[in-house]
Structures are given as C-alpha cells and as structure tokens.
C-alpha cells in the first residue's frame, strides 16, 4: 500500500468551517510535504515538515506531526470556495531523501458558498 | 517565466503506437520525475533522473521509457508495452538541497 494515506478520502463543509485532513505513513521519515492539486492540474507545494519539528504554521495552514504514530494532519482555517481541491501527503524517506517522494491518494475538499 | 512546462496538454494514440511527453524546466533543478496519476487517486512515480545522462526506474517503470541528454529536458515515451496508458501524467522537478517538487500542468494521454 502507498507509504502515505490520506483520509478522509473526500470531505465537504462550508464556507468560514475549517477542514482537517489526515495522513498516515507507514516508515521513518526526513520530511513530510503537504500539496494541493486543482482539477486537471499540476500539484502546488503548500507546506513542509520535518521529522524534527511537531507543528508548522502557513497562512490559513496548520501542519502538525506526530512520528511516534507516524501520523500529520493539515488543518485549513476559515475555509474558502476557491480552496476547493484534492490534497495530498507526500513522505520523503530517511533512505531516499532528496531523491524522490512517495504520495498517498489524496483527500478530495469540497467547500461550499 | 520560470518554470515547468509540458507538451502537448491532450494526447491521443491508437493501441501500438509509442508517443512521446515533452518536459521541460528553465528553473536550473537537477532532479527531474515522471508521474502517472489515475482517476481519483494518487502519484506512482514512473522513472526519475537526478542528473544529466542519469536516470532511475520508479514503481511502474514497465512499458515506459525516457531519456535525460539535457539538464532541462526530460522526455516520457509511452511505449506500445504498456497495456493501459491512459491517465494524467506529471512531470516535476527539485531544487537542490531540498524534497519540494515543481509540477508541470500535466498530460492527459487517452488511448482510442
């Protein structure tokens, strides 16, 4: 199975409601990458965090990481129309670092006006 | 403009045809990717280069091909051998010193 895995795998709220997506990972890792994917389009990098480091803000962004559960979650606040999108977790491995990431399936956010 | 870029953004191909996916990348980072994204689910990384004349099969390497002969190309050819090519690919690519990815617009192949 992916080394990352988002859930829930779709979540609907409303407007001004603040989303919390889950993603839990199954090795050691050096970093843990939250990305946004629009429809039909590119990813966008939002946040990193490193094994080291427990909570990450950016923004509307909360990132917070717990390795001895070898889980994150990435809380969006005070949603948005436009922050509708798939979300994904990205792990970089202790083994590959700097050379490649491992997503999981993507938590699709609908928010609503 | 920096940035990635791919060609063409739709793609269609007969059943034993090869094509190939265009890559490029003005943003000077050595470490270029190659991605595949079905329907509703996540990346499995195809085939990754980490420098020029250098490259390495990722998870589902079989049926896919590419080359790297220049720091900011990096082309995808999709081969007769790979039984369901139809899905979005993604390129990318990564600074230096660091894991965050740069992602191209994609390519949605579709096979008739």
């Known amino acids: 199975s992916q080394q990352g895995e988002e859930d829930p795998q779709a979540l609907s709220i409303q407007e001004g409601e603040n989303a919390t997506m889950n993603c839990s990972y199954k090795?050691?890792?050096?970093?843990l990458q939250w990305y946004r994917q629009n429809s039909g389009r590119g990813l966008v990098h939002l946040i990193l965090?490193?094994?080291?480091?427990r909570e990450k803000h950016s923004g509307r962004l909360r990132v917070t990481l717990d390795t001895s559960k070898k889980s994150s979650s990435l809380l969006i606040t005070a949603s948005r129309a436009a922050d509708t999108a798939s979300y994904f977790c990205a792990t970089a491995t202790k083994e590959t670092s700097g050379s490649r990431l491992t997503f999981g399936e993507g938590t699709q956010l609908t928010v609503n006006p | 403009d920096g940035g990635i870029t791919q060609s063409p953004k739709y793609l269609f191909r007969k059943e034993g045809q090869n094509v190939t996916l265009s890559c490029e990348q003005n943003l000077n980072h050595d470490a270029m990717y190659w991605y595949r994204q079905d329907p509703g689910q996540g990346l499995r990384l195809i085939y990754y280069s980490q420098i020029v004349n250098d490259f390495q099969k990722g998870d589902i390497a079989e049926g896919y091909s590419v080359s790297r002969e220049k720091k900011e190309s990096f082309p995808l050819t999709v081969t007769s051998a790979q039984k369901n090519p139809t899905a979005f690919y993604l390129c990318?690519?990564?600074?230096?010193?660091?894991?965050?990815?740069?992602f191209g617009p994609g390519t949605r192949l579709t096979v008739l």
């Open positions: 990318a690519s990564t600074p230096p010193s660091t894991d965050t990815q740069y």
């Open positions: 090795t050691s890792i050096n970093n």
């Open positions: 965090i490193r094994s080291n480091e």
